[in-house]
């Protein structure tokens, strides 16, 4: 019985307005291009290229060395301040 509701066509109170359709027709279309990235994003997680490696290596060199600076300004400041604060006190 319900085989025969799913072959029927559609009465006009189920129909599509033309905007529905185009909306419709957007979603799959937007469906279609997030599976086509989600696959090429797990293939490329999976076998990720040389050029994206070294290109991470590199911009962990930069961040480690950036860091190391920083810590030495604030190891600057921090020591400066605790001579200028003995310095104060005599």
């Known amino acids: 019985m319900e085989a025969d509701q799913a072959t029927s066509p559609p009465s006009e109170a189920e129909t599509l307005s033309p905007l529905e359709q185009d909306v419709l027709d957007e ?3 937007l469906v279609g ?4 990235m989600s696959t090429l994003l797990a293939h490329l997680s999976a076998n990720p290229s040389a050029e994206i490696l070294d290109a991470l290596r590199g911009l962990e ?6 860091f190391t600076l920083l810590k030495a300004s604030v190891y600057s400041i921090v020591l400066n301040q605790q001579i200028q604060d003995e310095g104060g006190e005599e």
Not at 33 to 36: C, G, I, M, Q, T
Not at 61 to 66: G, M, N
């Open 27 to 29: 979603y799959a279309r």
């Open 61 to 66: 060199r930069k961040t480690s060395l950036v």
């Open 33 to 36: 291009n997030l599976n086509n």
